[in-house]
T-cell receptor
């Protein structure tokens, strides 16, 4: 069956460390993959997109990698801050601007 | 800040009532989506539209219906609400005129509770 898997357990890290979140997918061949941030009670907010022909994409403290052989994307936040605490969603493209999302990983950054 | 709006933000109604959840965007996006999300769970696509007079069912079966008569407006209707419809409903839009990354812009959501 087709599915998107993200770390189901919350990720707790200390401020200043690098957070690494994982997104694995099966039975999809996405043209691109996106990462979103969702805060409690609010809609997701887009962070980064990485295309199938890209290995890595960076934006400020964020870095995303995409391995189409492993069917995996890694999302990194360097120099993490308490304000980075949120749930991060991986969205896999399944057709013309359609996405299938994982359950998300909750990140908690402690001061 | 995304220019996509949903009303109401919260709705508590009794079983059997007909409801319409409103979604509007001012970005001129041609594509719009409705997702359903339960607490701690993934977003499930229930409806989408590629433009005016275009509507498609999503990956998750839903008893709701949608319409797209105007570009900016994509309302969702439940003819007879049931407790199983209790959930958070999120509307989103995307388009070529903004968002080179094909990102979806989400509204704040409607939290629906059916008693």
């Amino acid at each position: 069956s087709q599915k998107i898997e993200q770390n189901s357990e919350a990720l707790n890290i200390q401020e200043g460390k690098t957070a690494t979140l994982t997104c694995n997918y099966t039975n999809y061949s996405p043209a691109y993959l996106q990462w979103y941030r969702q805060d409690p009670g609010r809609g997701p907010v887009f962070l980064l997109l990485i295309r199938e022909n890209e290995k890595e994409k960076r934006k400020e403290r964020l870095k995303v990698t995409f391995d189409t052989t492993l069917k995996q994307s890694l999302f990194h936040i360097t120099a993490s801050q308490p304000a980075d605490s949120a749930t991060y969603l991986c969205g896999v493209n399944t057709g013309f601007q359609k996405l299938v999302f994982g359950t998300g990983t909750r990140l908690l950054v402690s001061p | 800040e995304a220019d996509i709006y949903q009303t109401p933000r919260y709705l508590v109604i009794g079983t059997g009532k007909k409801i319409t959840l409103e979604c509007s965007q001012t970005m001129g996006h041609d594509k719009m989506y409705w997702y359903q999300q339960d607490p701690g769970m993934e977003l499930h696509l229930i409806h989408y539209s590629y433009g005016v007079n275009s509507t498609e069912k999503g990956d998750l079966s839903s008893e709701s219906t949608v319409s797209r008569i105007r570009t900016e407006h994509f309302p969702l209707t439940l003819e007879s609400a049931r407790p199983s419809h209790t959930s958070q409903y999120l509307c989103a839009s995307s388009g070529a005129d903004r968002g080179r990354n094909n990102e979806q812009f989400f509204g704040p959501g409607t939290r629906l509770t059916v008693l």
